[in-house]
């Protein structure tokens, strides 16, 4: 595989910009090699600047469950561009988005946009905080929550790729209100409550981890998180930035059915546009300026853009039999990855919720971070650059999750768990 126009960019943009991207964990750090500039994406695919095609289990991250350039999000942005790419003002988009999602996910009462998910937790927080009149949150370590500073704490993605939990220039002030307990542990939980409950506003988490790798919640631990801070009148706080319209149509609220006071979304409600959410209970929601006094505020939230991409993803959810066949396509890829693995004598520990799926290099079973984070990466940097050379583009970090959209169909996948067959007999 040539990409010597992908080596020759990235010695340009490292020039211009800190590790030659925007955003750390899109470097290949962790895996060896340049990282590859990308030209175009359709369906599941990706193409990069040397021409080489690679089915692509990123998705921008997770927004694009339609797959690249959808032809309905595509036309519906052309036609909305042609209108005004801003106006700073209502528009009836952000009604017909909140629409859509208040359906998939009841819990959601009422809604602010935002540009990011990032923005959608941090603002939750501060909401959170506002409500209680406390100031402790609790987060667990693996899971992240984007990059405000109080949630730097012990956090996944590309600080736990890069080793840098904890951010220098994150003042000890800005996070001595941040505890943080062990996914999947409610004793960590239970606790911290013990020692200081009557002070904690709200529980975070991302319900699935899709941070450290993908990590589901073991049966009974969502349920715990609400009844400790139900009991103890501190608010649940699901982020669902990465399982919102990924892990079920209703996000992991609905297919674990745990009811949270508060719901952080993002990248699949903008479609590949920036956008991001928050939302939940009526009554805390109201605590929101300029209906309370919490205030929080915008100069991009709810573009026409966002929302038209939005609207025109999730409306796929509306066509009859789609969320099966997502399932099905899921199920068939990780089984006949983990059967390939199994064959070629490689330990893995796997596992799926909906369109989301992940793979360890682990011989344990995973829990949490601290399990995790024993795995060996340095195989899996390994395996990565085997995918690449055989077309298969996985996110370049062992914790990070994979993604599939409606475009991935019985071709992909095949052609996939191929790959992956000769990946991990080269182990
Ligand atoms: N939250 C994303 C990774 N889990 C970040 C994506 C990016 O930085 O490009």
Do not use: C
């Amino acid at each position: 595989m040539i990409t010597a126009n992908s080596s020759a960019l990235y010695e340009k943009a490292k020039q211009k910009m800190p590790g030659g991207v925007s955003s750390p964990v899109r470097a290949f750090n962790a895996v060896g090699g340049d990282p590859l500039f990308i030209k175009s994406g359709r369906g599941a695919y990706m193409t990069d600047v040397d021409d080489n095609d690679y089915i692509d289990y990123v998705m921008s991250w997770g927004p694009l469950i339609r797959g690249h350039a959808h032809p309905d999000v595509i036309t519906a942005l052309q036609q909305a561009t042609a209108l005004g790419t801003s106006y700073g003002a209502p528009s009836p988009l952000e009604i017909d988005l909140a629409d859509a999602v208040m359906e998939l996910m009841p819990n959601i009462e009422m809604v602010r946009f935002v540009n990011s998910g990032t923005e959608a937790t941090m603002s939750v927080l501060r909401l959170a905080r506002a409500f209680t009149g406390r100031n402790k949150i609790i987060k667990f370590q693996g899971n992240y929550h984007g990059h405000a500073d109080m949630l730097l704490v012990a956090a996944g993605s590309g600080v736990a790729t890069l080793g840098l939990p904890n951010s220098p220039g994150v003042p000890p002030a800005t996070v001595a209100d941040t505890l943080t307990a062990q996914f999947n542990d409610l004793d960590s939980v239970q606790a911290l409550f013990d020692q200081v409950g009557d002070e904690i506003a709200a529980v975070i988490l991302e319900p699935v981890s899709g941070n450290m790798g993908l990590i589901p919640p073991q049966d009974g631990f969502l349920q715990g998180l609400r009844d400790i801070t139900a009991k103890h009148g501190s608010l649940l706080i699901f982020d669902e930035v990465m399982t919102g319209f990924r892990v079920h149509p209703g996000g992991a609220q609905t297919r674990y059915g745990i009811k949270p006071d508060l719901t952080a979304l993002g990248k699949v409600i903008g479609g590949g546009l920036p956008v991001g959410a928050y939302g939940g209970r009526k009554e805390i929601m109201e605590m929101v300026a300029p209906v309370g006094p919490m205030y929080q505020a915008g100069t991009l939230s709810g573009n026409p853009l966002a929302m038209t991409a939005g609207i025109a993803t999730l409306a796929v959810f509306k066509q009859e039999g789609v969320w099966d066949r997502l399932e099905a396509a899921g199920e068939k890829l990780i089984t006949g990855i983990a059967q390939a693995a199994a064959d070629a004598g490689v330990p893995i520990q796997h596992s799926r919720v909906g369109t989301m799926f992940g793979f360890f290099f682990n011989d344990q079973p995973v829990s949490g971070w601290h399990s995790a984070a024993t795995s060996d990466t340095e195989k899996f940097g390994r395996f990565h650059r085997a995918m690449l050379e055989q077309g298969v583009y996985l996110a370049p970090s062992q914790f990070e999750a994979g993604f599939i959209s409606t475009k991935h169909g019985d071709q992909e996948i095949e052609k996939t768990i191929a790959a992956a067959a000769q990946a991990f007999k080269a182990l």
